[in-house]
Nanobody, 127 residues
Framework: QVQLVESGGGLVQAGGSLRLSCAAS????????MGWFRQAPGKEREPVTA????????YYADSVKGRFTISRDNTKNTVNLQMNSLNPEDTAVYYC????????????????????WGQGTQVTVTS
């Protein structure tokens, strides 16, 4: 089993920044792709960003490119999401996720590739 715990959400004004962190435990973290997804009220959960096991491959949704940065520290079993220039459309519950299969060369944007999920952290951006 894998346990994922997100932290760092909160309330911020438009244009501001937040940094989300996800701490993983329960299996070898370093070999698995990781991702951040978000779900706004009344909408489906969508991919925000993802990173492969080594950190050399990343994916960003078009809506966050240039504003969000994903990173991972395999020595600390953490994956982070730096969010800058936030806008009200970024308001959602953000979820950290761990992929089912290890390794692979690419970051994974498909939600079906992920088996393990954190409890989510709320991000609210006010205008």
């Amino acid at each position: 089993q894998v346990q994922l715990v997100e932290s760092g959400g909160g309330l911020v004004q438009a244009g501001g920044s937040l940094r989300l962190s996800c701490a993983a435990s329960g299996r070898a973290f370093s070999g698995y792709p990781m991702g951040w997804f978000r779900q706004a009220p009344g909408k489906e959960r969508e991919p925000v960003t993802a990173i492969n096991w080594s950190g050399r491959s990343t994916y960003y949704a078009d809506s966050v490119k240039g504003r969000f940065t994903i990173s991972r520290d395999n020595t600390k079993n953490t994956v982070n999401l730096q969010m800058n220039s936030l806008n009200p459309e970024d308001t959602a519950v953000y979820y950290c996720a761990a992929a089912r299969q290890p390794y692979g060369g690419s970051a994974l944007a498909n939600i079906d590739e992920y088996d393990y999920w954190g409890q989510g952290t709320q991000v609210t951006v006010t205008s």
